[in-house]
């Protein structure tokens, strides 16, 4: 069950994500953790029961931490995922799929999501995860703005859960992006 994450669990959260995306693709901690205080703003985590961190090792301790974790930004017409990821060690378990699972059911709007482009292997994978969970390559071409002072654009591609989008939708969605996630202009 999809949980909210506090500032104070915040750590999990960010050591998952630096394991899991490239430097251009999340923001320096400090900067990040102000993202909590953007009305739209959300993470939510999946509770691991059962282990507990100990370095880049796993133990089998009742401690609880999280398998993996999903920033959302709730827009009035959509709902975008700037950052999903499971632990390392938890992945190819299902967690994956029935966190984003679940977050469709909880967001009765369109949801959308950037992917790399499929360059490789693993990119290609990747967007065949989220075509396994009902989401929709779109071919518009896009670049995700610098996300901080210091980061590089990065070439990606929206996806759309449900349906392929129009232009026009596809637009729409990439100015709210860049104006409120990015804070830049289209």
């Known amino acids: 069950m999809l949980q909210f994450t506090s500032q104070s669990d915040f750590s999990e959260i960010y050591r998952i994500m630096q394991a899991s995306f490239s430097d251009d693709e999340y923001r320096p901690y400090d900067e990040q953790l102000a993202l909590f205080e953007e009305p739209e703003y959300w993470i939510y985590y999946m509770p691991a029961i059962g282990m507990e961190r100990v370095g880049n090792h796993s133990t089998g301790n009742s401690t609880m931490h999280a398998a993996g974790f999903l920033a959302v930004w709730e ?23 029935a966190m984003l699972q679940e977050l469709v059911r909880k967001y009765q709007k369109q949801i959308c999501l950037e992917v790399e482009l499929p360059e490789d292997e693993l990119t290609r994978r ?8 009902g989401f929709v ?3 518009y ?12 654009p990065v070439p990606l591609r929206i ?20 104006q409120r996630v990015y804070k830049c202009t289209v």
Do not use: C
């Not at 990747?126 to 969970?133: A, D, L, P, S």
């Open 75 to 97: 827009f009035e017409s959509f709902t975008y995922i700037e950052h999903f990821a499971v632990d390392p060690v938890l992945r190819n378990s299902g967690t994956g799929s």
């Open 126 to 133: 990747r967007i065949g995860f989220y075509e396994r969970n």
């Open 137 to 139: 390559f779109n071919e």
């Open 141 to 152: 071409p896009y670049i995700q703005p610098p996300i901080s002072k210091g980061k590089s």
């Open 159 to 178: 996806m759309t859960y449900g349906s392929a989008i129009t232009q026009d939708t596809f637009e729409e969605m990439k100015r709210v992006l860049y």
